[in-house]
């Protein structure tokens, strides 16, 4: 069970970041088509980074802990759809039209002031999702809000910008990193609120009501991290986390709770250092080389390591003893910290501390006894051992010191990735604004009002006042609408049912309960675009099959979706038959069962509606075979 907090005592105070891709059919600087691969590229592009400072002579934090990771970058692309704009070879074109206007659009619908001029900027990237090193801005908008519960929560910024390169895990391996060049440049709308929630579930309520308006503008693009949001928390006395990569909804209370839970646990633990009156000069880079010491031990992969010519370095840090083994999140240790921050930042794979078992690492209490010795470890202590080589132990071991001079301080700003259970670990230090400076290939631009104007009066309504509008005109649940409002299915519904006048429960049904089933079961619906379903209704309107055909008809068509419609039907043996058709099936069927039917009577109608649907599921509607078996049944069982 997630753990409740007084917010209001805590100082609690949340907002959000939402990021959504747009549905354009080419690429915002340059015309290649927004398409996602999985052939194998064409051509490999190796690069290498290194950072510039922003326009206040300063370089940004994060970036130089990007750089000093000193990582290769291999870009993979295609001949056909991508461009040398892509890998950084030619400047950028103007801003894609079509995603200014859904920017433009968007900024409406949130009641933001547009501005007159619009700005490219550069945004310093140097982890190699955009090849030349920075990401491409534009400022579009601010001083908005959406209403939530009576209550507005406000739209600080709206930007318009790329999206970045996406990582290839299967051929990324240490410091050798791979990223595809198809979804770099995709238009990318980001949405950046106030700090105004103070509760969890307004974080949830504020996320549901942006994700849906996205939806409802039908120009955001569908799928999987299509639409992604960051969360901002903070409490009094803690620090601005961004947490990053709750995708559910249901996770936002869980992922929210945890980190309060996380930097409530720092405090504590920046008072306890306070009250052992532990000062930043007590924390020194003093790194001993232990190596001779382990140079038998039983700790197998220290012992290959130490083959392998690699160091074992130990630092004692005054008195830290017992805090890297308290627990500040679920499974999670204050320990967990220092070894985040040195997988982040190095290619170890994390660090060993005293407050752990040592012993179950292998080592004997000879090796831990000299090791406590050598580095002059006392009963208030921690001591924290590195294996690797030795450049990058050492540096390993000043990314502890730099983490345990933070915890004076407690909580430090940093970027998090959150986990399923809701619990975190570091990505990186938080961005600043050092990174961010004018792009000096794309001129400024204007927007007139006239623009703004004719955007204006196309705007779609809010999704809030189409659930009550569907729920009225359609009669359908508030369920059905609110699910085909959110999941930004309602235009398609609406057109599906005005154009071949089918029920509106049974579009309803199939889009949000019929697909959703089918998935379930590993029937591979993806494969289904608009253009399918359009054709399915249609030929249903025509009387081409039943609609008892239609969950038949969706999974062969998906898993063959290159085939036409005739072709699938045919193979699913579910073409339509006429009522005479229907009449001579079921007269043959009684014929069989006669002594049931002289039996029974009218009695004989179930096990024989059950026979007939056998014969004719999905060429017939039920209803109709309903009728003329019971038809039949009575005259057979009035002229005995």
Excluded at 178 to 184: E, Q
Excluded at 472 to 498: C, P, Q, S, W
Aim: charge should be neutral.
């Amino acid at each position: 069970m997630t753990q409740e907090f007084d917010y209001e005592k805590l100082g609690f105070k949340a907002g959000l970041e939402i990021h959504v891709q747009l549905d354009t059919k080419k690429k915002l600087f340059c015309r290649c088509p927004v398409l996602l691969r999985t052939d194998e590229p064409d051509f490999y592009v190796k690069r290498f980074f290194r950072p510039v400072m922003g326009e206040m002579g300063e370089f940004d934090k994060a970036m130089l802990r990007e750089f000093e990771k000193g990582l290769t970058i291999i870009y993979e692309g295609y001949n056909d759809t991508t461009c040398s704009y892509e890998f950084d070879e030619t400047p950028p074109f103007p801003p894609n039209e079509e995603a200014v206007d859904i920017a433009i659009m968007i900024c409406l619908l949130l009641n933001c002031n547009i501005v007159d001029e619009l700005h490219v900027c550069r945004k310093n990237y140097l982890d190699g999702s955009v090849p030349c090193g920075f990401q491409r801005t534009i400022y579009m908008g601010g001083g908005g809000y959406i209403p939530i519960d009576g209550k507005k929560i406000s739209i600080l910024h709206v930007y318009l910008e790329e999206e970045a390169a996406r990582k290839d895990d299967k051929k990324s391996r240490g410091k050798i990193v791979y990223y595809k060049l198809d979804r770099l440049g995709i238009p990318l709308v980001e949405i950046v609120t106030g700090p105004d929630m103070k509760t969890p579930q307004e974080v949830v309520e504020a996320a549901r009501r942006l994700g849906t308006l996205l939806k409802a503008t039908g120009k955001a693009r569908r799928g999987l991290g299509t639409i992604r949001q960051d969360i901002n928390v903070s409490i009094e006395g803690g620090a601005r986390v961004e947490l990053k990569g709750v995708q559910l909804l249901d996770l936002i209370p869980k992922a929210i709770n945890m980190e309060i839970k996380r930097q409530l646990e720092l405090i504590k633990i920046k008072n306890e250092l306070n009250n052992r009156n532990i000062k930043p000069e007590d924390i020194q880079e003093h790194f001993v080389d232990v190596t001779q010491i382990f140079k038998n031990t039983k700790c197998k992969f220290v012992k290959k390591a130490i083959e392998r010519g690699e160091k074992v370095l130990a630092l004692n840090l005054k008195g830290f003893g017992g805090l890297l083994g308290r627990e500040i999140q679920p499974n999670r240790r204050f320990g967990t910290e220092f070894a985040d921050r040195v997988k982040a930042y190095t290619t170890l794979k994390g660090i060993i501390h005293s407050d752990e078992n040592l012993v179950s690492y292998g080592f004997s209490e000879e090796e831990i006894k000299k090791v406590f010795e050598q580095v002059g470890k006392t009963e208030n202590d921690a001591v924290v051992i590195v294996v690797g080589e030795e450049k990058e132990a050492r540096r390993a071991l000043k990314l502890v010191v730099e983490r345990a001079q933070m915890a004076l301080k407690g909580v430090p700003e940093e970027t998090r990735q959150v986990k399923e259970d809701g619990t975190s670990s570091l990505i990186r230090e938080l961005h600043g604004q050092a990174r961010l400076y004018p792009d000096t290939d794309t001129p400024p631009f204007t927007i007139s009002r006239e623009r703004i104007e004719e955007i204006r009066k196309k705007l779609p309504e809010y999704p809030w006042d189409a659930v009550k509008r569907i729920i009225k005109e359609y009669n359908l649940t508030k369920e059905f609408a609110e699910m085909l409002v959110y999941d930004g299915l309602h235009r398609f519904f609406e057109e599906i049912v005005k154009k071949y006048k089918l029920s509106p429960v049974l579009v309803a049904s199939t889009l949000l309960q019929t697909l959703k089933a089918l998935h379930r079961d590993g029937v591979p619906v993806e494969n289904l675009t608009e253009k399918h379903l359009k054709e399915m209704f249609e030929a249903l309107s025509r009387g081409m099959f039943a609609k008892e055909a239609i969950p038949t008809i969706l999974t062969l068509w998906a898993k063959n979706p290159n085939h036409d419609l005739n072709y699938i039907v045919k193979e699913a043996g579910v073409l339509a038959i006429s009522e005479d058709e229907l009449k001579e099936i079921i007269q043959k069927i009684i014929q069989e069962n006669l002594d049931l039917v002289k039996k029974r009577g009218m009695g004989a109608f179930g096990p024989l509606m059950g026979m007939v649907m056998n014969k004719v599921r999905g060429r017939i509607d039920g209803a109709t075979v309903s009728r003329v078996l019971q038809q039949k049944l009575k005259e057979i069982t009035s002229s005995k």
